[in-house]
């Protein structure tokens, strides 16, 4: 399940956020200032960023400006959500590393549609750099045959799960692709991780490459 770190010091729109992109399958922080957000993120990354401009304490851009400063934020996907809806503060936006920039009042369907998106382009560029660690590693045997990897100890259901997770398909485009519910996609991805003693889905990932269970070529490049 993708988690969503919202900062906006409006907290009638913050929780109505929240609340909001929950029902929607994903988990969600709020918090009212850059500050704070910072601290999150320090403490547990998100998926995510979705930021208000005008706050206290530190607006949205200098926020930006210091989550891209780090090694952990660089390539998280950052959206502003502000009434600052002029060019140059459009343009200042992306300028320090913004991904979108959406201006308030707004659908919350189409914030929903730009997160979708967003978390979409950044599975797919995860998907290449998995694909061209794989080519690396097949370019290192020297035409060598790679040994077999061992039989995953999963059900088979859980080992669908399995495949899409190192895809890094969310939860929710797994249920929609396997016809199941996200619940039932997490209950799985949970049993996947306690049976191979793993933490997270990054760990997974990197779980499967070391062992040698290879991608279909045709699951990462086609899918378009």
């Known amino acids: 399940m993708k988690k969503v770190l919202v900062v906006d010091d409006d907290a009638t729109l913050r929780m109505a956020l929240t609340r909001y992109?929950?029902?929607?399958?994903?988990?969600?922080q709020g918090v009212a200032s850059g500050v704070e957000a910072l601290k999150v993120f320090e403490q547990d990354p998100p998926d995510l960023?979705?930021?208000d401009v005008m706050?206290?304490?530190?607006?949205?851009?200098?926020?930006?400006?210091?989550?891209?400063?780090?090694?952990?934020g660089q390539l998280v996907p950052f959206i502003f959500l502000s009434s600052k809806g002029d060019v140059e503060d459009r343009v200042q936006g992306h300028s320090i590393g913004a991904d979108d920039y959406l201006i308030k009042p707004f659908e919350p369907r189409e914030l929903l549609a730009k997160i979708e998106a967003q978390l979409e382009r950044t599975?797919?560029?995860h998907s290449e750099i998995v694909l061209l660690m794989q080519r690396e590693s097949h370019s290192?045997?020297?035409g060598s045959v790679a040994a077999t990897p061992n039989p995953l100890p999963l059900t088979p259901a859980e080992e669908k799960v399995f495949w899409e997770v190192i895809q890094g398909f969310t939860n929710k485009q797994i249920g929609d692709r396997l016809f199941v519910s996200p619940r039932t996609v997490q209950t799985h991805l949970s049993n996947i991780l306690s049976k191979l003693q793993l933490e997270n889905r990054s760990q997974l990932v990197r779980f499967a490459?070391?062992?040698?269970?290879?991608?279909?070529?045709?699951?990462l490049l086609g899918d378009e």
């Not at 992109?21 to 969600?28: A, D, M, S």
């Not at 706050?55 to 949205?60: A, R, S």
């Not at 490459?209 to 699951?219: A, D």
């Open 209 to 219: 490459f070391e062992r040698g269970y290879k991608l279909p070529t045709e699951s």
């Open 21 to 28: 992109l929950e029902k929607r399958g994903y988990l969600t």
């Open 140 to 142: 290192s045997t020297n």
């Open 123 to 125: 599975r797919r560029i």
């Open 55 to 72: 706050m206290p304490e530190m607006d949205g851009f200098e926020f930006c400006r210091r989550l891209r400063s780090i090694r952990s």
């Open 49 to 51: 960023v979705v930021s």
